[in-house]
């Protein structure tokens, strides 16, 4: 009898001691608990009064309206989804392996890919033989950056019959980065507005080249009547020679740029090795009688000798044309600089040629002129555009110069070069860039954070290296 009181009491005590343990265990857990719960609450914005509730309650609410607000999202992604589907532009979806995931119907059209052709996610070259896109892809990626780029895109038919109407088109892309590597891409069928460019082209193509006949023949007229009339009537001639020479000027501006849109991009160029510093101080010598009446000189910084695979005449023409605009705008007994540098690239350029080269040139032209307006900036390029004069702070209205050339529909030579007439009429520039394209380079405008004036920056692809560098001026 006394063992079993001796047993029980030690039952009793081993249950007291587990009760004990558990309820140790159990607040444990439970304070462990109310952390979690705190922090969760911490983490969860919500509306709900701390006061009014209890941390259970306050936690079941945030899910409440977290559910909420997720089927709100969602009802969010569906509408967008819905308007991408109808949109007139294009839009595709690709992950981090560059396998497409969705895209709408425009972009299916565009791309000419089946409408069965998106039912799982495959790679996009699979389904689209563009390299063009893949290559935009691969750049938005890892600039982590919105990129765009413009492509001529030649679909591709599994039906064999169909080759044949299969027509290429321009696009144009518009990179967008998104989480995890994925990158979404809106596509832009620009051939309308390429087609509306060329008949513009063609048109004042056509045009200028019937009004080159009828100007060569009235400025023969004309100057056959100059030595016929007495000095009274003969300033009147006088006006007619020059205005006709002005729209010859005109006329053969058109035809030049004419003929290089006319020619894939390098193709029409008859390149050769060319000193570009000797180029520069040649067209100068050729514009220097004008400098010199306003008491200009030029300030050049650079290599003495930089050898390019250039088309000289078209290059000249460039460098004619920047001086030319550069002289016109200075005001009176001031420089014109003109620095010449090589420079380094990350990624290599592609020439005409197919080469790919890993440094460039860099030439700049900086007068103290006015400048051109910023509304203008990106348009001083476009052929005929100008600024308008009431958006130039007062300034003497700034446009690319035509430079006076005599007739000729095969070349640029420095000898044809006549600086008894200079008038605007905003191509100068439009040439200039036309040529620096055709030599794969690129040109950009802008005002000089030091002169105030019009700065004009040609950068062109290059090869070889052997810089001396100088300072000199004239």
Same mark, same amino acid.
């Given at each position: 009898?006394?063992?079993?009181?001796?047993?029980?009491?030690?039952?009793?005590?081993?249950?007291?001691?587990?009760?004990?343990?558990?309820?140790?265990?159990? *607040?444990?857990?439970?304070?462990?608990?109310?952390?979690?719960?705190?922090?969760?609450?911490?983490?969860?914005?919500?509306?709900?009064?701390?006061?009014?509730?209890? #941390?259970?309650?306050?936690?079941?609410?945030?899910?409440?309206?977290?559910? *909420?607000?997720?089927?709100?999202?969602?009802?969010?992604?569906? &509408?967008? =989804?819905?308007?991408?589907?109808?949109?007139?532009?294009?839009?595709?979806?690709?992950?981090?392996?560059?396998?497409?995931?969705?895209?709408?119907? !425009?972009?299916?059209?565009?791309?000419?890919?089946?409408?069965?052709?998106? #039912? %799982?996610?495959?790679?996009?070259?699979?389904?689209?033989?563009? +390299?063009?896109?893949?290559?935009?892809?691969?750049?938005?990626?890892?600039? !982590?950056?919105?990129?765009?780029?413009?492509?001529?895109?030649?679909?591709?038919?599994?039906?064999?019959? =169909?080759?044949?109407?299969?027509?290429?088109?321009?696009?144009?892309? +518009?990179?967008?980065?998104?989480?995890?590597?994925?990158?979404?891409?809106?596509?832009?069928?620009?051939?309308?507005?390429?087609?509306?460019?060329?008949?513009?082209?063609?048109?004042?193509?056509?045009?200028?080249?019937?009004? %080159?006949?009828?100007?060569?023949?009235?400025?023969?007229?004309?100057?056959?009547?100059?030595?016929?009339?007495?000095?009274?009537?003969?300033?009147?001639?006088?006006?007619?020679?020059?205005?006709?020479?002005?729209? #010859?000027?005109?006329?053969?501006?058109?035809?030049?740029?004419?003929?290089? $849109?006319?020619?894939?991009?390098?193709?029409?160029?008859?390149?050769?090795?060319?000193?570009?510093?000797?180029?520069?101080? #040649?067209?100068?010598?050729?514009?220097?009688?004008?400098?010199? !009446? %306003?008491?200009?000189?030029?300030?050049?910084?650079?290599?003495?000798?930089?050898?390019?695979?250039?088309?000289?005449?078209?290059?000249?023409?460039?460098?004619?044309?920047?001086?030319?605009?550069?002289?016109? +705008?200075?005001?009176?007994r001031q420089q014109i600089r003109v620095?010449?540098? &090589?420079?380094?690239?990350?990624?290599?350029?592609?020439?005409?040629d197919g080469c790919v080269a890993n440094?460039?040139?860099?030439?700049?032209?900086?007068?103290?002129?006015?400048?051109?307006?910023?509304?203008?900036?990106?348009?001083?390029?476009?052929?005929?555009?100008?600024?308008?004069?009431?958006?130039?702070?007062?300034?003497?209205?700034?446009?690319?110069?035509?430079?006076?050339?005599?007739?000729?529909?095969?070349?640029?030579?420095? $000898?044809?070069?006549?600086?008894?007439?200079?008038?605007?009429?905003?191509?100068?520039?439009?040439?200039?860039?036309?040529?620096?394209?055709?030599?794969?380079?690129?040109?950009?405008?802008?005002?000089?954070?030091?002169?105030?004036?019009?700065?004009?920056?040609?950068?062109?692809?290059?090869?070889?290296?052997?810089?001396?560098?100088?300072? !000199?001026?004239?």
């Amino acid at each position: 009898m006394q063992l079993f009181a001796i047993e029980l009491a030690v039952r009793v005590l081993c249950f007291l001691l587990g009760l004990i343990v558990g309820l140790a265990l159990w *607040r444990w857990q439970r304070s462990r608990y109310n952390v979690r719960l705190k922090k969760l609450l911490g983490d969860v914005e919500t509306d709900i009064a701390t006061s009014a509730f209890s #941390s259970t309650s306050q936690l079941a609410l945030a899910i409440t309206h977290s559910q *909420r607000d997720r089927c709100q999202l969602e009802q969010q992604v569906e &509408i967008y =989804k819905q308007i991408l589907q109808i949109a007139p532009i294009g839009y595709l979806q690709v992950d981090d392996e560059n396998r497409l995931l969705w895209c709408n119907v !425009k972009a299916r059209e565009l791309l000419a890919m089946a409408p069965d052709q998106q #039912s %799982k996610p495959r790679l996009l070259l699979e389904l689209v033989r563009s +390299y063009e896109l893949d290559h935009l892809i691969e750049q938005t990626r890892e600039a !982590k950056n919105p990129c765009t780029s413009d492509w001529t895109f030649y679909p591709v038919s599994p039906d064999p019959s =169909k080759l044949s109407q299969q027509q290429a088109y321009a696009l144009r892309g +518009y990179g967008l980065p998104l989480p995890a590597d994925q990158v979404g891409i809106f596509l832009e069928n620009r051939q309308e507005a390429v087609t509306l460019v060329q008949q513009r082209d063609r048109w004042a193509s056509d045009v200028a080249h019937e009004l %080159k006949t009828p100007l060569t023949s009235i400025r023969l007229v004309a100057e056959t009547l100059q030595t016929r009339l007495e000095p009274p009537l003969r300033g009147w001639v006088d006006r007619l020679i020059n205005e006709t020479i002005r729209l #010859s000027n005109l006329v053969q501006d058109l035809l030049d740029l004419g003929q290089i $849109d006319r020619n894939t991009p390098g193709a029409s160029l008859k390149t050769r090795t060319t000193d570009l510093v000797e180029l520069i101080f #040649s067209a100068w010598a050729n514009l220097e009688p004008l400098a010199r !009446k %306003k008491h200009l000189r030029l300030d050049y910084s650079g290599p003495d000798r930089l050898l390019m695979q250039l088309d000289e005449p078209r290059m000249y023409r460039v460098l004619f044309n920047l001086l030319d605009n550069s002289i016109k +705008y200075s005001p009176p007994r001031q420089q014109i600089r003109v620095q010449v540098g &090589i420079e380094a690239l990350s990624q290599g350029l592609s020439e005409p040629d197919g080469c790919v080269a890993n440094q460039q040139i860099r030439l700049e032209v900086i007068d103290a002129g006015p400048g051109f307006p910023e509304n203008a900036l990106s348009y001083v390029f476009e052929r005929f555009y100008r600024a308008d004069p009431s958006r130039s702070h007062n300034v003497p209205l700034r446009v690319p110069s035509v430079t006076s050339v005599t007739d000729s529909a095969q070349d640029f030579g420095h $000898d044809q070069v006549d600086l008894g007439e200079r008038n605007s009429s905003g191509l100068g520039l439009a040439i200039v860039r036309q040529i620096v394209e055709a030599h794969a380079g690129t040109v950009n405008a802008s005002n000089h954070p030091d002169t105030g004036g019009a700065w004009l920056q040609v950068c062109l692809p290059w090869h070889q290296l052997e810089p001396t560098s100088k300072n !000199k001026a004239s």
